[in-house]
């Protein structure tokens, strides 16, 4: 099989030099164990984190050794009475064209609902990372004002058309180019803007219109959209911190929210979150989102890129925003 590893770790923007794609033989399967080719492969902004050599949630990736992360794969092969031959499972050994894992901790899904790459975005753990993050982290409820950051991206296009379906009184979205905030107006976000056209607090103002401030803030970006967001959050107003992505490559101690001393007074509550302690909930965001999928109310967008040779470039575009919705990987 062919994979990606570790070759060198980024200081700063991660470039293809740090990646290494080589041949690797596949071990024989034991008791429990299957095997599968991968049909789709993820590439997401936390794996910029685990290619530093820092303790955090999710260990880091260790020099020359495979890297790991979300994949939906075809079972070729199984020893395991769960498992068989012909299924499609969700599994942790992306990065890779075909893998020897274990049966247990896979997720068996349906092709013919959707195809492999939803199982990644909007069907898997990014859309249920904007139905946690929205709905239990931030407490939202009908008549809330939202502001979301990264709101082209596979959280952010979710959460915003979640907030609206949900009953948001006015959906704000910041994005990177003009091209994405025309998108999100599409989606049916009230107001977006290009985080580039000016101070983020200024623009933030102009697109609430009418409302006094927001009440909920889903977090993508972190710094100066974090910042802004504080100004503009009413009394009581909740923040799910997702992501930071304005920092992951950065190489000095980053900068902000300089007025953060402003949450005692408003009474904010500013909580973060991690998707893997929510997925007690995935059922009930599949019984949310399926009928607005299948209504057409809710659009999933995606990038996708052909070719497991380019899943770094992919990944390394991602981080600069070459995507819209999810950014995946398909295999042949
Ligand atoms: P996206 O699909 O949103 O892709 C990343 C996007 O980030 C790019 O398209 C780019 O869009 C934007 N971006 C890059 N650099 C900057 C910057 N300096 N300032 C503002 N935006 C920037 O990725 P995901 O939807 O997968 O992830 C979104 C966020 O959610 C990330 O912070 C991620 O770490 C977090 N996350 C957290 C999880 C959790 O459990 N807490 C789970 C999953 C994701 P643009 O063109 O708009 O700049």
């Known amino acids: 099989t062919r994979q990606f590893e570790l070759a060198s770790r980024p200081k700063g923007v991660p470039t293809l030099e740090n990646f290494r794609f ?23 902004p936390y794996m910029r984190g685990r290619m530093n050599d820092v303790k955090s949630y999710t260990p880091p990736y260790r020099l020359d050794e495979p890297m790991l992360g979300g994949a939906v794969g075809e079972v070729l092969a199984s020893r395991s009475a769960e498992v068989a031959v012909g299924d499609v499972v969700v ?87 003009a091209e994405k905030v025309a998108q999100l107006l599409e989606l049916g976000f009230d107001a977006a803007f290009n985080y580039h056209d000016g101070p983020v607090k200024d623009q933030l103002k102009a697109a609430l219109g009418d409302f006094e ?12 959209h974090l910042e802004a ?68 109310k809710i659009q999933y967008k995606e990038t996708v890129v052909t070719g497991i040779e380019n899943s770094a470039q992919a990944f390394i575009d991602m981080l600069a925003g070459a995507n819209t919705g999810k950014m995946v990987i398909t295999l042949d």
């Open 91 to 177: 599994h942790e050994k992306g990065w890779r064209e075909a893998a020897v894992l274990a049966a247990d901790g896979v997720q068996k899904v349906d092709l013919s609902i959707a195809p492999a790459t939803a199982y990644l975005g909007a069907l898997g753990m990014t859309g249920l990372t904007a139905y946690a993050g929205l709905t239990k982290v931030a407490e939202f409820k009908a008549g809330d004002v939202v502001f979301v950051s990264g709101a082209a991206g596979a959280v952010g296009s979710m959460v915003g058309q979640l907030a609206k379906q949900l009953g948001a009184s006015r959906v704000i979205g910041s994005a990177g180019s």
């Open 213 to 224: 401030g927001i009440d909920v803030y889903f977090d993508n970006v972190g710094g100066e």
């Open 229 to 296: 967001a504080i100004w503009h959050l009413n009394t009581f107003g909740r923040v799910a911190l997702c992501g930071a992505i304005s920092q992951y490559n950065a190489t000095e101690a980053p900068v902000g929210p300089r007025n953060l001393a402003l949450a005692v007074g408003k009474q904010l509550t500013l909580r973060g979150f991690l998707v893997f302690s929510y997925y007690q909930f995935a059922e009930e965001y599949a019984q949310l989102v399926g009928p607005l999928l299948a209504d057409g």
């Open 22 to 44: 080589a041949e690797a033989a596949l071990p024989e399967l034991e008791d429990g164990q299957i095997l599968v080719k991968n049909l789709a492969i993820s590439v997401d």
